[in-house]
């Protein structure tokens, strides 16, 4: 029998749903995914198809027997998205043990514990890296070099990010000698984690999101943008500081730009917030990066910014509908 629904004005309909979009940011970082087996072979695959299935496992196995629900939530992509990124923030000689370690932190308490999707404070997978880069520091920490396809028996090199780092520390801006081109590194020839090769694959598919309309330029844009400008400044004044476009094209600045910090749950809803939020995220990677313990700032900034979230949202809260005709008549 059809049910009749009755409910107040506005009545706005829209074809988007979780699954629509969630499916969608899959499949704008599949080229990204791609090159990653192109440049790290085995390993990337390994990774890739161990994270998204232990985040998938763990979901359906935390909701059936410990929510006791009977709802399945695999199907609407989030817990495979979140497996791709995670997998994304990984380096591809990582043991399995490892990868479903982390997957469980992201899925368990990253998400679940939070009450499920759309109820999450931190970004599930971005979590889970934090907690085994804690735990884990020196396997996460030693990169394949690009183009050893095997997946334990890899050679090991220094990355873009540690190379910065180093000639930083050292007050030596020679080092930065040993610096890949910027071409390069928008190609992916570098190593690093599976979402640190391809800058270029990683913003066609962030352009591929904005034509479908899956997310907004606001965060992505405010963040590249500040990268760029603090960086530029910085490199202005002093030369051991790596120029703007090698700090933009290296680590996973694109990937956290375009894929991570763009998380709905965790991202302000106003445009005035998401452009805070992405403000602070670039200044916040910068400074970590260049004077920070790790090399890569943008996990850390993307945390930090999502703990800001709520405070942002209060601060920059849209105007209610119906309140402006309400002033314009107190006038």
Partial sequence: MNKLIVSLSPHVHGSDSVKKNMYGVCLALLPAMLASFYFFGLGAAVVMLSSVAACVFFEWAITKFILKQQRLTILDGSAVLTGMLLAFNLPSNLPIWIIVLGALFAIGVGKMTFGGLGQNIFNPALAGRVFLLISFPVQMTTWPVSGDLDYIDVTTGATPLSIMQKAILEKNPSVLNDLPSSIDMLIGQTGGSLGEVSALLLLLGCIFMLCKKIITWHIPVSIIATVFVFAGLLHLANPIYANPLQVIFSGGLMLGACFMATDYVTSPMSHKGQLI???????????????????????????????FTPLINT????????????????K
Avoid: Q
């Fill in 277 to 307: 939020y992405g403000v602070c995220i670039g200044l916040l990677t910068v400074i970590i990066r260049n004077w920070g313990a790790y090399p890569e700032g943008m996990s850390f900034a993307i945390i930090i910014m999502n703990a």
């Fill in 315 to 330: 601060y920059c809260k849209p105007t209610r509908f119906g309140e402006i005709v309400k002033k314009e008549a107190a």
